[in-house]
């Protein structure tokens, strides 16, 4: 399982913005061959920071993801959003198996 944990801060006055282009970035995702989860978090401690857990069946289907008109939209979309520039981890998954 390949694992990618997303760190993003964004501006204020895009929050909702943000919110509704993740929220048609994650419907499509969910849909994607090898997907296995796609979550959207937001810090309830602070409204701009967000986590995006996205695990996939294996490498080669999480860097497919990449390739997406969906992703495509959404990076293009909230590339201005950002209070800084986000930051996405890879991860190997261990268990669930």
């Given at each position: 399982?390949?694992?990618?944990?997303?760190?993003?801060?964004?501006?204020?006055?895009?929050?909702?913005?943000?919110?509704?282009?993740?929220?048609?970035?994650?419907?499509?995702?969910?849909?994607?061959?090898?997907?296995?989860?796609?979550?959207?978090?937001?810090?309830?401690?602070d409204?701009?920071?967000?986590?995006?857990?996205?695990?996939?069946?294996?490498?080669?289907?999480?860097?497919?993801?990449?390739?997406?008109?969906?992703y495509?939209?959404?990076?293009?979309?909230?590339?201005?959003?950002?209070?800084?520039?986000?930051?996405?981890?890879?991860?190997?998954?261990?268990f669930?198996?």
């Open positions: 399982m390949q694992v990618t944990i997303v760190h993003i801060k964004v501006l204020p006055q895009f929050i909702d913005s943000f919110v509704e282009a993740c929220r048609l970035n994650h419907n499509a995702s969910v849909r994607e061959s090898g997907n296995l989860r796609f979550d959207v978090l937001q810090s309830a401690e409204p701009q920071v967000f986590v995006l857990y996205e695990a996939y069946a294996n490498e080669s289907q999480a860097a497919q993801h990449k390739q997406t008109a969906h495509r939209q959404w990076r293009d979309t909230v590339a201005d959003w950002m209070a800084e520039p986000r930051l996405g981890v890879p991860y190997h998954g261990l669930p198996a």
